[in-house]
């Protein structure tokens, strides 16, 4: 079974533009959340998606948004880039209930903005 | 809302020795899991181990076993016989049932396994 793939692995971007980023879940799994990681603030929670509609979001501004598609895969799209936006972003897969709650991960994408 | 602590930034262990990560955390939730994944350098992240709160007894998988104390809110990590292939940075996770996909993340601590 093929894991969790991101696209792309490395993005440099300047500053004000937007960028998206891409997410296939492993099949199956319905669930694609969304995490930035950074050396100081750690892994913070971005957003849930299950079934092609937003469960869950965290404190991030509304530059940060997803979607998911009908066949589970998800985009993240940061628009009016900042310097402070650098960061790994991760995207996770899970079943997302009581037969399967953890979550399977992606490589990531290294997001730098000058 | 709930919070994961992590109090140990960095820690190192000789080869073969055994090593305990510590790990708190607060929530008003009955009904939750528990998990701890690894990072290794290749930024990777994979399960380790997961426990539910529900049932007492701690989860094992080969080298690694939890010591998970409810009443405390505490869940730590023993890795027994450490490999250098442990070396990697150690997140503690909070996922309640009600907000499956959303987990809760400590700071982490980076594991340094010494030959």
């Known amino acids: 079974k093929a894991g969790v793939t991101q696209t792309p692995r490395y993005l440099i971007k300047t500053r004000g533009q937007q960028v998206t980023l891409s997410c296939s879940p492993i099949?199956?799994?319905?669930?694609v959340s969304w995490y930035q990681q950074t050396p100081g603030q750690g892994l913070q929670f971005l957003f849930e998606?299950?079934?092609?509609?937003?469960?869950n979001k965290g404190n991030f501004p509304g530059r940060f948004s997803g979607r998911q598609f009908s066949n589970s895969r998800s985009e993240m799209n940061v628009s009016t880039l900042e310097l402070g936006d650098s960061a790994l972003y991760l995207c996770?897969?899970?079943?997302?209930?009581?037969?399967?709650?953890?979550?399977?991960f992606g490589s990531g994408t290294q997001l730098s903005v000058l | 809302a709930q919070t994961v602590t992590q109090s140990q930034p960095e820690m190192s262990v000789q080869e073969a020795e055994t090593v305990t990560l510590s790990c708190t955390y607060d929530?008003?939730?009955?009904?939750?899991?528990l998990f701890w994944y690894k990072q290794p350098p290749s930024r990777q992240m994979i399960l380790v181990i997961r426990?539910?709160?529900?049932?007492?007894q701690n989860a094992t998988e080969n080298r690694f076993s939890v010591n998970f104390q409810k009443a405390a809110k505490s869940f730590s990590l023993k890795i027994s016989d450490s490999q250098l292939g442990d070396t990697a940075m150690y997140f503690c996770?909070?996922?309640?049932?009600?907000?499956?996909?959303?987990?809760?993340f400590g700071d982490g601590t980076t594991l340094t396994v010494k030959p």
């Open positions: 996770a897969s899970s079943l997302a209930g009581r037969q399967g709650a953890e979550l399977f």
């Open positions: 929530t008003s939730e009955s009904n939750y899991y």
């Open positions: 996770a909070f996922m309640t049932y009600t907000n499956a996909g959303k987990s809760t």
């Open positions: 998606y299950f079934s092609e509609t937003q469960r």
């Open positions: 099949s199956g799994h319905r669930s």
């Open positions: 426990q539910e709160a529900y049932k007492q």
